[in-house]
């Protein structure tokens, strides 16, 4: 799928990069603090830290005292986080943490503490993303980065203590349940076409629907008799995930796309207008600055 999402995702989409950039956005900057705090694999640690580098999102340092490397997160890497808080929210909704059953996570405003509430306008200052208003645009062509070169899914540990990203990552944590759901909101609903858009081997596109419909995702409708098929059709769940999907488009349209190069171009059905998805504050239309937030946890 040569579009901006599929390149994201291709780079931030697995779940132990979430993982990493969770741990990242809470002030972790070393190795062996994501050894310590995820457990991770250090092969894996170290293939993800470099992938991320490669792409623009850590920058390599050296800390204060000059001993040791560390790991920053550069302005396209903090730009992340939005994306981040759009799928902390969705999560505590359907896929809700015990932390996050009895605590809600909120942000506010470094200086004047006003509480910030999240959400994917169309621009900066603009309105809040309608999805049945949406439409799109194609354009040229994109070289999409590859995803990882093994297919399997990754086992990922529980980690119940951190408010914004947990158990989603059991679901959506890897780059082909990304690329099946993309394919969804595009209206590709049976095997065949998901199949023939993705060239997914069909083993593993059976693993990711029968995962994607076990948590609730995604749900198997028949839509022929003799013999019986099915078709597999976007959730409540599913649709409340196009929030992200419209997050990391943004992110990616931002970082990863030049303006004229641009091979899906979302519009407004009703107006024309282009929609730049932005994670912003609904009040005031101010896109969020990870800079420029704290946050607090709130009994439910």
């Not at 999409?144 to 399997?152: A, C, E, G, L, Y």
């Not at 998901?194 to 839509?223: C, M, Q, W």
Request: aromatic share 10%; glycine share 8%; charged share 25%.
């Amino acid at each position: 799928m040569g579009n901006p999402v599929a390149r994201a995702f291709a780079i931030v989409g697995d779940a132990w990069t979430q993982l990493i950039l969770r741990e990242a956005f809470y002030g972790v900057r070393r190795f062996n603090q994501w050894c310590e705090r995820l457990g991770t694999p250090r092969s894996v640690l170290t293939d993800r830290l470099n992938r991320m580098t490669d792409a623009g999102i850590f920058i390599q340092t050296q800390s204060d005292t000059g001993v040791r490397t560390e790991y920053r997160l550069t302005e396209m890497g903090l730009d992340l986080f939005g994306v981040a808080v759009m799928q902390g929210q969705w999560e505590r909704v359907w896929a809700a943490s015990p932390l996050q059953e009895r605590y809600a996570i909120a942000f506010f405003y470094h200086g004047t503490g006003a509480r910030i509430h999240p959400a994917v306008l169309t621009r900066p200052f603009g309105q809040p993303v309608d999805p049945a208003k949406v439409g799109w645009r194609a354009g040229n062509g994109l070289t999409v980065i590859p995803p990882p070169t093994s297919r399997r899914r990754r086992s990922v540990p529980s980690v119940s203590d951190r408010p914004i990203i947990d158990r989603s990552t059991e679901i959506i944590g890897d780059y082909w349940s990304w690329a099946i759901l993309s394919a969804a909101f595009f209206r590709v609903r049976r095997f065949d076409e998901f199949h023939t858009t993705l060239g997914l081997a069909t083993n593993i596109l059976s693993d990711r629907l029968a995962r994607l419909t076990r948590h609730g995702v995604l749900e198997k409708r028949p839509y022929q008799t003799s013999p019986v098929r099915y078709e597999y059709r976007l959730t409540e769940a599913g649709r409340s995930l196009y929030s992200i999907v419209l997050a990391m488009l943004g992110w990616s349209q931002k970082w990863l796309v030049a303006d004229d190069e641009a091979p899906l171009t979302l519009l407004d059905r009703e107006t024309g207008e282009i929609i730049n998805p932005t994670v912003c504050d609904l009040t005031t239309g101010t896109p969020l600055n990870a800079r420029a937030v704290r946050w607090e946890l709130e009994r439910t």
